[in-house]
């Protein structure tokens, strides 16, 4: 009885091998065609999944998260001197973000709705006056929850000194439904692309990933090489 209940262990173990090897296989064959598919389209993107070793975690912001390929993308772009601005996290992220930036702590700043925030900006409307400019922006998961989200991304773009850098996250068609407080879209590639055409922004860098992350990095021209295209209203419309 006992080696019955054995053989009938081992083979239920294999079979479960076998299909989690299946469907690795299958992951690896989606993941691998997506990524060709959108880099054929637009331009090179990185498959998030291979960072996602630098995720950085326990965070107090509502994603308690830095993803990792967010966390690669400021390491790429970031340089010893910048000043980073933080949009939707909370002064207690500043830390993680500046050991990943590789600059000191006391040029981070957070700016959000919340009290403990360095700056107070609603971003159903333009920046306060008293916003600073920076060199880089990193704005995680805030896209899929804003009414405006090109409103945000100009926003944050005008902020930028010539030649900084603006690292934008959020989720594509397929994401799960989660709201703080709303849950409002979801992105394709192809508004990306159309948003750094109408500023006048280089595409420094693309990720994707099968869990449905995207992460654009645009870079703003520095002085003499090209400036950006005004923005009309809160969609980028063209002065007539």
């Not at 996290?89 to 709705?113: D, H, M």
């Not at 773009?157 to 409002?184: E, I, K, S, W």
């Not at 500023?199 to 994707?208: D, N, P, S, T």
């Not at 992350?213 to 021209?221: A, F, R």
Request: aromatic letters at 10%.
């Amino acid at each position: 009885m006992a080696y019955s209940i054995s053989k009938r262990i081992k083979r239920a173990f294999y079979r479960l091998i076998l299909r989690r090897s299946y469907r690795d296989l299958l992951e690896e064959e989606f993941a691998r065609r997506v990524v060709a598919s959108v880099s054929a389209a637009h331009g090179a993107f990185l498959d998030g999944r291979q960072f996602a070793g630098e995720i950085v975690t326990g965070l107090a912001s509502e994603s308690t998260v830095i993803l990792g390929e967010v966390v690669h993308a400021l390491r790429v772009v970031a340089r010893p001197s910048d000043v980073l601005l933080l949009a939707g996290e909370r002064n207690t992220s500043k830390a993680a973000y500046a050991r990943i930036a590789g600059i000191p702590q006391r040029c981070v700043f957070t700016t959000g709705l919340h009290d403990e925030m360095d700056y107070h900006w609603n971003y159903d409307l333009a920046p306060p006056d008293d916003m600073p400019r920076v060199d880089l922006i990193a704005s995680h998961a805030m896209l899929e929850h804003l009414m405006d989200p090109y409103l945000h991304v100009s926003s944050c773009y005008q902020l930028l000194n010539p030649g900084g850098h603006a690292v934008f996250h959020t989720v594509m068609p397929g994401f799960q439904y989660h709201r703080f407080p709303v849950d409002c879209m979801r992105f394709y590639p192809d508004w990306f692309e159309v948003v750094a055409e109408r500023l006048g922004a280089k595409v420094a860098m693309r990720l994707i990933s099968t869990e449905a992350h995207i992460v654009y990095c645009l870079q703003k021209p520095a002085e003499g090489v090209g400036e950006a295209r005004p923005v009309s209203g809160s969609h980028g419309a063209e002065p007539a």
